[in-house]
């Protein structure tokens, strides 16, 4: 990371400009909708910096692991970047978590969850690593428990990070699949949120993913079938594209500089991915549906400009408040 004076200078008036400053009262943080964005923690600074962060209420910093005896491995914290992304999204109200897991980052969960000693030991360096980055809490993502056994393991973990949490006002979230649980249903009376990854649907080999249709679904399952209180649940949305077959995935930066289609379009160049109006829609519908908010996988796919993803989220949220 360079360490001129102008350029850290630019990085501070930067991350002013793109967070913005606001005079209005905010609501609750109780009621207010959530808009919570996972940020890949390997992004550069500056690059962060470019993102229409007024538009988000939370950031869930991606990731760091467990170790096969219950310390963390920090190799992706990169803890300067994060205190100096902590330091100025706190002035707004933005609260950072941290990524706990993540796809082909779950090998010792398990193992870990299963050990008494070793679960205290994670528990442990958990709070305290958000203690020390001044972070809101930990979004465990799990992917994902195999088996009964490994489904009881996991509630006992969240059971100890959550008592853990408590006594520092900490928050814990968890990230589920679309439509399988996976989890033990007492597992989620332990976390304040779940975020539902809406995408990578792979129900027809052929067909695409995370439409409008498939984000009901899910919803439905999660509140119906599972039964989770709706404001805890967070709809997944996807600043990304899969090849139809799932086969290949693209970011909507570069698929939108490929396409040049309409906001109305959502496939093109052979990839299906969430435009404008569908975000929007998914927004409008979580709105309506009562859930907790919307979550975004990953904010850094997004373009920096006009046609941000995240501004059309953040215009669909504020149309919204100004009719109620």
Not at 10 to 23: N, R, T
Request: charge should be negative; proline fraction near 2%; aromatic fraction near 8%.
């Amino acid at each position: 990371m360079r360490v001129m004076l102008s350029t850290t200078m630019f990085i501070l008036l930067a991350l002013q400009s793109a967070i913005g400053e606001s005079d209005e009262p905010q609501a609750s943080e109780q009621e207010r909708f959530r808009v919570t964005g996972y940020l890949m923690s390997t992004r550069s600074l500056e690059q962060m910096l470019l993102i229409p962060l007024a538009c988000v209420t939370d950031v869930i910093w991606f990731s760091i692991e467990p170790n096969a005896d219950g310390t963390l491995n920090n190799v992706l914290l990169i803890a300067d970047k994060l205190d100096r992304f902590v330091n100025q999204a706190s002035k707004h109200n933005i609260r950072v978590h941290l990524a706990v897991g993540g796809w082909e980052r779950c090998e010792h969960f398990a193992v870990v969850a299963r050990d008494d000693e070793k679960r205290a030991t994670f528990v442990k360096e958990l709070t305290k690593l958000c203690r020390q980055h001044d972070l809101a809490g930990a979004d465990i993502d799990w992917e994902y428990p195999r088996d009964e056994s490994e489904r009881a393991a996991a509630t006992l973990l969240l059971r100890d990070i959550r008592a853990s949490f408590d006594e520092l006002g900490l928050e814990l979230s968890v990230a589920v699949a679309s439509r399988q649980a996976h989890f033990e249903a007492a597992a989620f009376d332990f976390v304040h949120h779940l975020h539902i990854m809406s995408y990578d649907h792979h129900g027809s080999q052929h067909g695409p993913h995370s439409t409008f249709d498939q984000a009901q679904g899910d919803t439905t399952f999660w509140r119906d079938q599972q039964k989770i209180t709706v404001n805890k649940l967070l709809l997944g949305v996807p600043f990304y594209g899969r090849r139809l077959g799932n086969e290949g995935s693209i970011d909507y930066r570069t698929w939108s500089d490929q396409t040049e289609v309409r906001d109305d379009i959502n496939e093109a160049g052979g990839y299906f991915i969430n435009n404008h109006e569908l975000i929007a829609k998914k927004v409008r519908y979580a709105r309506e549906q009562g859930l907790g908010g919307v979550m975004i996988w990953e904010l850094g796919h997004d373009r920096v400009d006009g046609r941000a993803l995240l501004r059309t989220i953040g215009s669909a949220v504020a149309m919204d408040e100004s009719t109620k």
